[in-house]
T-cell receptor
Framework: DAGVTQSPTHLIKTRGQHVTLRCSPI?????VSWYQQVLGQGPQFIFQ???????GRGNFPDRFSARQFPNYSSELNVNALLLGDSALYLC???????????FGPGTRLTVL | AQSVSQHNHHVILSEAASLELGCNYS??????LFWYVQYPGQHLQLLLK??????LVKGIKGFEAEFIKSKFSFNLRKPSVQWSDTAEYFC?????????????FGKGTKLSVKP
């Protein structure tokens, strides 16, 4: 079975631009969570979506938004990019809202 | 705020040495506990988890962890490490009083095993 997939793998943007990151969960999983991992730190929770509704939000500004589609894939959008948004963005899926999360390979975002 | 502490930033061991990585969390309620591993160039993988029941849980590749509720700890152990265990290890907690999808991670412990 395919694991969690994310696209693109790498992305370079400039300050002020907008970015969209994509995630496809493991088949049958209905929950998708997004995390930000900066160098030297553990992942930090951004959002959880379950059955296409937002079920949790971490301490991130409103520039960050996400959505989940009927096929349970998800997009993370970040507006007005700042240098500090440079990080590895991880997507994780689980079958239930509170269940083991399985992570994708991440999207490495560099903001110049 | 809930937090997870991993005591060691970088651990260097020789092959066959025993390993114990510390993890403490700050939350007084019910928790689910996880250890994830990130091998060089690979994505985060689940090593083991604790939801309920026997506080001694066994994971993949000979790893185990013990949940000690009174100490708010979930330390990871392996009796004899191999060079292939070189990786970064993350402890994570899902607190039942918080957002259900929110895993709170420690900063990670980098393990280097010398052949």
């Amino acid at each position: 079975d395919a694991g969690v997939t994310q696209s693109p793998t790498h992305l370079i943007k400039t300050r002020g631009q907008h970015v969209t990151l994509r995630c496809s969960p493991i088949s049958g999983h209905k929950s998708v969570s997004w995390y930000q991992q900066v160098l030297g730190q553990g992942p930090q929770f951004i959002f959880q979506y379950y059955e296409k509704e937002e079920r949790g939000r971490g301490n991130f500004p409103d520039r960050f938004s996400a959505r989940q589609f009927p096929n349970y894939s998800s997009e993370l959008n970040v507006n007005a990019l700042l240098l500090g948004d440079s990080a590895l963005y991880l997507c994780a899926s689980s079958s239930l809202r509170r269940d083991t999360q399985y992570f994708g390979p991440g999207t490495r975002l560099t903001v110049l | 705020a809930q937090s997870v502490s991993q005591h060691n930033h970088h651990v260097i061991l020789s092959e066959a040495a025993s390993l114990e990585l510390g993890c403490n969390y700050s939350y007084g309620g019910t928790v689910n506990l996880f250890w994830y591993v990130q091998y060089p160039g690979q994505h985060l993988q689940l090593l083991l988890k604790y939801f309920s029941g026997d506080p001694l849980v066994k994971g993949i590749k000979g790893f185990e962890a013990e949940f000690i509720k009174s100490k708010f700890s979930f330390n990871l152990r392996k009796p004899s490490v191999q060079w292939s265990d070189t990786a970064e290890y993350f402890c994570a907690v899902n607190a039942h009083g918080g957002s259900q999808g929110n895993l709170i991670f420690g900063k990670g412990t980098k393990l280097s095993v010398k052949p």
